[in-house]
């Protein structure tokens, strides 16, 4: 797999997890306005999740930073590289 597959690969998968925490937390809303749950229990339910949806969040976008620094890095050498070489033949 290319690394530019994986690289999207990776940001799907987070937007997987951020969507699947949206709809538990909106579908236990909805739950509460049907009857089956009470209001504090819904509220208790959403801080446990907001809290955890956030933990994950900030290890994963951790690693995906300084994965990203690394290839501006990286990239930003070849392409200052590649302009030299331009500009040297102009």
Known sequence: MEPEEVKADIYEDLAVINRAFQQIIGT???????????????????????????????????SITEREQDDRNHYGKIRATMERRIRGRQ
Do not use: F, M
């Open 28 to 62: 236990i809303g909805k739950l509460q306005t049907r009857g089956v749950v009470s209001p504090d229990y819904v509220q208790d339910q959403e801080i446990i999740a907001n809290d955890l949806w956030t933990r994950i969040n900030c290890h994963l976008l951790s």
